[in-house]
Structures are given as structure tokens and as C-alpha cells.
């Protein structure tokens, strides 16, 4: 079984930065997406960043240009750096793995880390 863990969460002023660090407890393979999402209060939980194992990145619109993802396989982790953060990107955070070969295929889901920004 695959597990994430999700750590770096915390209360920022707007304009400050933090980075996010997601963990796997094993390496889940040569094919997968990593990727952050997030759930603010009474929305629907939204994309934030994806990254291949090819390391082709895709953003959220609200987020393109303030966010950064990145990873590093030798560490099963994958990164968010967020930069200029506004009180809208205040949040629960959640790490998120799709494996596609075939040991480990399946999509993984971390606990979630809580990011909030002040005004």
C-alpha cells in the first residue's frame, strides 16, 4: 500500500511564501502523476498543480506564475512552492499519486495539510 504524507502547512501573511513537501512511502513506479489539489470551505476540491514522471507540469489557472511544482525521485517527494500567496488560496492541501505500471496502479490520496493566509 502507498502512503503520502504531506508536511509545510501553516499561517502566512499575503504575499509570504511557503513550500509544501509530499512524501510516498515507497516508489510507486517509472509511470506517474504526481500532483496538488486543494478544498477551501464549502468548495468543491480543485486542481493545483500536476507534474509527470516526465516532468511535464500543469497549473491551475488561479495559481500559474505564484506556484511551483517540482520533484525529486530519489526522495519519492514531490514539492509546492507558493509564492505571493492571497487569503483565496487559503485551504487544506492534499498530495495526490496516480501509478500506472502495474505493482503499484492505482491513485493515492495524502492527509492533507492546512495552509492559511492572512490579510
Known amino acids: 500500500q502507498v502512503q503520502l504524507v504531506e508536511s509545510g502547512g501553516g499561517l502566512v501573511q499575503a504575499g509570504g511564501s511557503l513550500r509544501l513537501s509530499c512524501t510516498a512511502s515507497v516508489r510507486i513506479g517509472s509511470s506517474n502523476v504526481m500532483g496538488w489539489y486543494r478544498q477551501a470551505p464549502g468548495k468543491q476540491r480543485e486542481l493545483v498543480a500536476t507534474?509527470?514522471?516526465?516532468?511535464?507540469?500543469n497549473y491551475g489557472d488561479s495559481v500559474k506564475g505564484r506556484f511551483t511544482i517540482s520533484r525529486d525521485d530519489a526522495k519519492n517527494t514531490v514539492y509546492l512552492q507558493m509564492n505571493s500567496l492571497k487569503p483565496d488560496d487559503t485551504a487544506v492541501y492534499y498530495c495526490?499519486?496516480?501509478?500506472?505500471?502495474?505493482?503499484?496502479?492505482?491513485?493515492?490520496w495524502g492527509q492533507g495539510t492546512q495552509v492559511t493566509v492572512s490579510s
Open positions: 507534474i509527470t514522471s516526465g516532468d511535464t507540469t
Open positions: 495526490k499519486a496516480d501509478a500506472y505500471t502495474a505493482y503499484y496502479k492505482g491513485t493515492y
